[in-house]
């Protein structure tokens, strides 16, 4: 049976998730206690298994104010069925375009294999990042925007060929009354006053890839000669976001098992000028830099610091942006976005340097996962098909699970890497995305209650 509700304490909080509706309630320890046995039908058993503990009157008023909320539908509320837009044919809302199978770093944790995705190293022609555009353009059908993110390797690597499909993509916009929006990912090294003014110039997104402090992004981000870039890529960064007025990007970082200090990492970049972050945990196999399940406990500890210093930060005036902490807790994705989550594979798709279709990103390399290419099309009709129907509850491990709606399922590449079958999650990074989702609903809860007292 789903759970649908969820209850727990992050920081001293006690706080109650309906899993259906999305809603969350603040809520005090008597309440806490009796949603151990309320079911929303057996008020006399609550009474029956507190009274020693709570005085009557108040269990029965506190049932009455639960069963209030399960008349507006926020607690206990009704099963998510699934859309029928899952049973239809899927349009491409996005791709990410791998314009160069190279880079100039030698990150230890790529999963890219230092860039070359296993593979020679390549750039994309602009050749086969124009036909792209235009393979994207014949397959989104009515939709209006679409996104196209530039990825690599490093994709200032092949500057040349970014700036044609740029071109490219402003051409068709005109011709076809598209709208898109481009992002490009990039290490910084090679982010010169030349590339600020045409990302700036072209409204082009980007995502700046930085570890934290200088000795965490050194020992896991050196040079190709194997020598630390933090004191080189730092001040790119800072000049390409005051540039662009501190909008329009935001900072990611990855921590490993050598720095589950990350909180000081996450403090490091905010206090190095950027408002705008994120930091992930490594995803790696038989790696020393691995995280593993005996390290959840720690970080779960650290995630609690981390809410700590982000609230402390918020009430001292110099409050930053942090991806995970932020979720809208009124108005949350549409179910179809909360059943599938990124959509790929059939709404999303990767472009190898050649021309070939993946999944994602991180399936580029991966050939059992080849879909087809932008000049024949979808040849391989079965995964796309596959992962249309991959949701949530088409998972076994997460049709039950409380935080199905807010994860999505999980990331596909992740599943498949540990367990051969993107419908098995990978375990260690479920349980730091549940320990996460507590971290920013229980944010989330504190920031609007402070909003509404002042």
Same mark, same amino acid.
């Given at each position: 049976?789903?759970?649908?509700?969820?209850?727990?304490?992050?920081?001293?909080?006690?706080?109650?998730?309906?899993?259906?509706?999305?809603?969350?309630?603040?809520?005090?320890?008597?309440?806490?206690?009796?949603?151990?046995?309320?079911?929303?039908?057996?008020?006399?058993?609550?009474?029956?298994?507190?009274? $020693?503990?709570? @005085?009557?009157?108040?269990? =029965? +008023?506190?049932? &009455?104010?639960?069963?209030?909320?399960?008349? *507006?539908?926020? #607690?206990?509320?009704?099963?998510?069925?699934?859309?029928?837009?899952?049973?239809?044919?899927?349009?491409?809302?996005?791709?990410?375009?791998?314009?160069?199978?190279?880079?100039?770093?030698?990150?230890?944790?790529?999963?890219? $294999?230092?860039? @070359?995705?296993?593979?020679? =190293? +390549?750039?994309? &022609?602009?050749?086969?990042?124009?036909?792209? *555009?235009?393979? #994207?353009?014949?397959?989104?059908?009515?939709?209006?925007?679409?996104?196209?993110?530039?990825?690599?390797?490093?994709?200032?690597?092949?500057?040349?060929?970014?700036?044609?499909?740029?071109?490219?993509?402003?051409?068709?916009?005109?011709?076809?009354?598209?709208?898109?929006?481009?992002?490009?990912?990039?290490?910084?090294?090679?982010?010169?006053?030349?590339?600020?003014?045409?990302?700036?110039?072209?409204?082009?997104?980007?995502?700046?890839?930085?570890?934290?402090?200088?000795?965490?992004?050194?020992?896991?981000?050196?040079?190709?000669?194997?020598?630390?870039?933090?004191?080189?890529?730092?001040?790119?960064?800072?000049?390409?976001?005051?540039?662009?007025?501190?909008?329009?990007?935001?900072?990611?970082?990855?921590?490993?098992?050598?720095?589950?200090?990350?909180?000081?990492?996450?403090?490091?970049?905010?206090?190095?000028?950027?408002?705008?972050?994120?930091?992930?945990?490594?995803?790696?196999?038989?790696?020393?830099?691995?995280?593993?399940?005996?390290?959840?406990?720690?970080?779960?500890?650290?995630?609690?610091?981390?809410?700590?210093?982000?609230?402390?930060?918020?009430?001292?005036?110099?409050?930053?942006?942090?991806?995970?902490?932020?979720?809208?807790?009124?108005?949350?994705?549409?179910?179809?976005?909360?059943?599938?989550?990124?959509?790929?594979?059939?709404?999303?798709?990767?472009?190898?340097?050649?021309?070939?279709?993946?999944?994602?990103?991180?399936?580029?390399?991966?050939?059992?996962?080849?879909?087809?290419?932008?000049?024949?099309?979808?040849?391989?009709?079965?995964?796309?098909?596959?992962?249309?129907?991959?949701?949530?509850?088409?998972?076994?491990?997460?049709?039950?699970?409380?935080?199905?709606?807010?994860?999505?399922?999980?990331?596909?590449?992740?599943?498949?890497?540990?367990?051969?079958?993107?419908?098995?999650?990978?375990?260690?990074?479920?349980?730091?995305?549940?320990?996460?989702?507590?971290?920013?609903?229980?944010?989330?809860?504190?920031?609007?209650?402070?909003?509404?007292?002042?």
């Amino acid at each position: 049976m789903s759970e649908k509700i969820h209850k727990f304490i992050q920081n001293g909080m006690y706080i109650l998730l309906d899993v259906n509706s999305g809603a969350v309630h603040v809520i005090d320890k008597m309440i806490y206690d009796i949603m151990d046995t309320f079911d929303g039908t057996n008020d006399d058993d609550v009474v029956l298994s507190l009274r $020693d503990k709570y @005085d009557e009157a108040e269990l =029965r +008023e506190a049932l &009455s104010e639960l069963h209030e909320l399960i008349k *507006i539908k926020e #607690l206990f509320a009704p099963d998510i069925d699934v859309p029928p837009t899952f049973s239809d044919i899927g349009i491409v809302k996005s791709l990410c375009l791998m314009v160069a199978h190279d880079c100039n770093l030698r990150c230890k944790y790529c999963f890219a $294999d230092t860039g @070359d995705f296993g593979g020679g =190293r +390549e750039l994309m &022609s602009a050749e086969v990042g124009e036909r792209a *555009i235009d393979y #994207l353009i014949e397959h989104m059908g009515h939709r209006i925007h679409s996104e196209v993110d530039f990825f690599g390797g490093e994709p200032l690597m092949n500057m040349p060929v970014v700036r044609r499909i740029t071109e490219h993509v402003r051409k068709r916009e005109k011709e076809t009354g598209k709208v898109f929006k481009l992002t490009l990912t990039t290490n910084g090294l090679m982010l010169n006053e030349e590339n600020r003014k045409f990302f700036n110039d072209n409204n082009i997104s980007l995502v700046l890839s930085l570890d934290g402090r200088k000795e965490t992004h050194d020992r896991m981000r050196p040079d190709a000669g194997w020598h630390g870039t933090y004191d080189r890529v730092l001040p790119n960064f800072q000049k390409m976001v005051a540039s662009r007025d501190g909008k329009n990007y935001y900072l990611r970082g990855t921590y490993t098992k050598y720095n589950l200090d990350f909180t000081d990492d996450v403090l490091s970049m905010a206090d190095a000028g950027f408002d705008i972050l994120s930091i992930e945990p490594v995803v790696a196999k038989d790696m020393p830099y691995a995280i593993g399940e005996s390290d959840l406990p720690r970080i779960y500890e650290e995630y609690d610091r981390l809410v700590e210093a982000y609230l402390a930060r918020h009430r001292e005036g110099k409050g930053f942006f942090f991806f995970h902490f932020n979720m809208d807790l009124s108005n949350g994705p549409c179910v179809a976005k909360r059943l599938a989550g990124c959509g790929a594979g059939h709404e999303y798709m990767a472009v190898a340097a050649n021309g070939d279709l993946y999944p994602c990103h991180q399936f580029v390399g991966r050939e059992r996962y080849r879909l087809g290419s932008v000049f024949e099309g979808v040849t391989d009709d079965k995964w796309p098909e596959y992962f249309r129907h991959s949701h949530v509850l088409n998972k076994e491990k997460c049709r039950d699970c409380w935080a199905r709606f807010f994860c999505s399922g999980g990331c596909h590449a992740n599943a498949d890497l540990f367990h051969d079958d993107i419908r098995e999650p990978y375990e260690v990074g479920c349980a730091i995305q549940k320990k996460r989702l507590e971290c920013a609903l229980m944010v989330q809860a504190v920031l609007a209650m402070e909003k509404e007292q002042s």
